[in-house]
């Protein structure tokens, strides 16, 4: 074949291209069982720092069920889901929130620290760019913040990135969702809310907001919101 025909050159580029999209191919399945444990370790270190215990993402998986001792899977009228197949740690929340309330499954996380019981909240939303998402994790009482973890995709570095510093997330700490403890009505809710200009002092529902991060800020507040309002009928019946 004359090496300097078109031929040639069309014949050898779609020969390259098949050759390196297999090996691409081979490569991504071959890491993918990897891929998906670390994913999977890297959400049980999230949840377990949300209760205080800190392990590496390596070592998370081997700990997790000493303080884990529940994963629930909660329709939205606050009762367990009983189907075997929908299992709460494997509840992708970016595709759940696209659904329909009623339609929606909620995971909850029941740890057991020191001999006191922790619930774990997922969080999904969206951010001024992205994604944003993280755990909070709520005492006994069942209306007290005692820990939690945000994390995002593609907030500015400097501004709404913050959202993961240790400094904005123990603001939370402490921090009620409800105006009285077993109180689950409307009228008792309050949620947690990010504060332009900073929340006032003893302000038992509100944390500083970001300087120059308004509006991941805010976004952050809506998702904490939206996400606590769906399991208040579990909190009610419990």
Same mark, same amino acid.
């Given at each position: 074949?004359?090496?300097?025909?078109?031929?040639?050159?069309?014949?050898?580029?779609?020969?390259? !291209?098949?050759?390196?999209?297999?090996?691409?191919?081979?490569?991504?399945?071959?890491?993918?069982?990897?891929?998906?444990?670390?994913? %999977?370790?890297?959400?049980?270190?999230?949840?377990?720092?949300?209760?205080?215990?800190?392990?590496s993402r390596d070592n998370a998986g081997n700990v997790?069920?000493?303080?884990?001792?529940?994963?629930?899977?909660?329709?939205?009228?606050?009762?367990?889901?009983?189907?075997?197949t929908v299992k709460a740690f494997n509840i992708n929340?970016?595709?759940?929130?696209?659904?329909? !309330?009623?339609?929606?499954?909620?995971?909850?996380?029941?740890?057991?620290?020191?001999?006191?019981?922790?619930?774990?909240?997922?969080?999904?939303?969206?951010?001024?760019?992205?994604?944003?998402?993280?755990?909070?994790?709520?005492?006994?009482?069942?209306?007290?913040?005692?820990?939690? !973890?945000?994390?995002?995709?593609?907030?500015?570095?400097?501004?709404?990135?913050?959202? %993961?510093?240790?400094?904005?997330?123990?603001?939370?700490?402490?921090?009620?969702?409800?105006?009285?403890?077993?109180?689950?009505?409307?009228?008792?809710?309050?949620?947690?809310?990010? !504060?332009?200009?900073?929340?006032?002092?003893?302000?038992?529902?509100?944390?500083?907001?970001?300087?120059?991060?308004?509006?991941?800020?805010?976004?952050?507040?809506?998702?904490?919101?939206? %996400?606590?309002?769906?399991?208040?009928?579990?909190?009610?019946?419990?």
């Open positions: 074949m004359n090496t300097n025909s078109n031929a040639y050159t069309f014949i050898f580029a779609i020969i390259l !291209v098949t050759v390196v999209a297999g090996l691409l191919a081979f490569t991504a399945t071959s890491l993918k069982p990897l891929q998906d444990e670390n994913v %999977r370790n890297e959400k049980m270190q999230s949840i377990l720092s949300t209760i205080g215990v800190e392990e997790y069920n000493n303080y884990i001792k529940q994963e629930l899977t909660l329709k939205s009228d606050g009762t367990i889901d009983e189907n075997p929340l970016k595709n759940e929130i696209k659904k329909d !309330v009623a339609e929606q499954r909620f995971p909850i996380y029941i740890a057991e620290v020191n001999g006191k019981t922790t619930y774990v909240l997922p969080l999904q939303g969206t951010g001024l760019w992205d994604a944003i998402w993280g755990y909070l994790a709520i005492d006994a009482d069942e209306n007290t913040i005692v820990g939690c !973890v945000f994390d995002h995709a593609k907030e500015t570095p400097g501004l709404g990135a913050e959202i %993961r510093e240790t400094w904005f997330e123990e603001q939370y700490i402490g921090k009620q969702f409800l105006k009285t403890t077993g109180d689950f009505s409307a009228n008792s809710f309050v949620s947690v809310k990010t !504060v332009k200009g900073g929340s006032k002092l003893g302000d038992s529902h509100g944390v500083d907001a970001i300087s120059g991060g308004t509006i991941t800020s805010d976004k952050l507040s809506i998702m904490v919101e939206e %996400r606590l309002q769906r399991y208040l009928p579990y909190f009610e019946k419990n």
